[in-house]
């Protein structure tokens, strides 16, 4: 497979690799980043939770990676570029608080949020208590003189209790300083909102979770988020509308769902600068076939049994005119091990991307399940890819 090994963890670490982003810098390095998940190996704090998110730096254009930091009490986080500074935005650990970090020398050191004033913007509880904020590496987006983010709080822990919110604060701000953020109210999601042509028997529980903050043509910001139900093969994403420079989050289950291929697995939207376009790198469900002939048979894999029309092991691009109407462009990512198409899903998984534009071309960071990885959603490589000259297939 073209592609250039971030970082491989071994199986027997029964901890596995989770969170990727990524991040060109001015000066021409990439940045990228990650965490450690897993109920028996991974490093866990004080608190039992997994919280730990390593930085690697590369200065040949994503061929070779140097592990330069690790940061404690960092999780499921973006980096971004804003003000002259890289960031890293997220949660302390797993349901913890949201807190911010800066770094003035390209990614060597970061500032730590100590209290309001040094980047904890919104506390979380002790543990389980309330609240419990959950994300995922989605963009920071520039609008209207703010800077927006995704946030869950997960109240209690545990899939399917996610109350989508979105935090703000202007573009000039001090972004360490909690005084200057401002978060919307917690949406969660009502079982009676499963949309209306599913077999609402087969698709819930539904939930959504790990929204992304997008501006339409016409200017309205939406969050849009992964949305799975059961064992629906339908594919929607919930948009939330999002008003009041950041406050206020609504949604109407008559007109707020849009079709999604891929809307099951964690996405990332970004709009293309030169064309307007949206695009997307997303885990489509392209063997609907196969899933449901896997569907009768999954007690050993947890994941599947649990959430059994998952499929992760193509990569594809999708895009967008109008934020509503999405098609695929192209399959970036297929399965090469030789596997057959039902072992390959259980398997293998190209899976919670994060992507920036780089000029004519794309670079992305894939959290990877691939050879030797116990199921498809435990993956054991990060891995950075590039596409030249994305435009033609848009």
Known sequence: MNWSQIKYQPERTKTYLGSPSILRLPDGALLASHDYFGLAGCPKNHEAEESLTSIYRSEDGGASWVNITHIMNCYWSSLFWHGGAAYILGTSQQYGSIVIRRSDDGGFTWTHPADA??????RGGVYHDPPNYHCAPVPVLRHAGRLYRAFE?????GWGNFQACVISAPVDADLLDASNWTMSNKLAFDQTWIPREWDAERANPAGWREGNVVAAPDGELWNILTFEGGATLDEKAPRLRIEDEGKRLSFDPESDYIDFPGAKAKFVIRRDPVTGKYLALVNRLANKDILEQLAGDLASQRYRA????????VLSLTVSDDLRNWRAAKDLLLDDTGLQPEASMLLTGFQY????FDGAGLIYVVRTAYRGARNFHDSNQMIFRTLADFRRYV
Do not use: A, I, K, T
């Open 117 to 122: 004033g040094s980047g904890l913007l919104f």
């Open 153 to 157: 709080d997960c109240d209690p822990p």
């Open 306 to 313: 649990r959430h059994p029309m998952r499929q992760r092991n």
């Open 353 to 356: 991307v994060d992507w920036q």
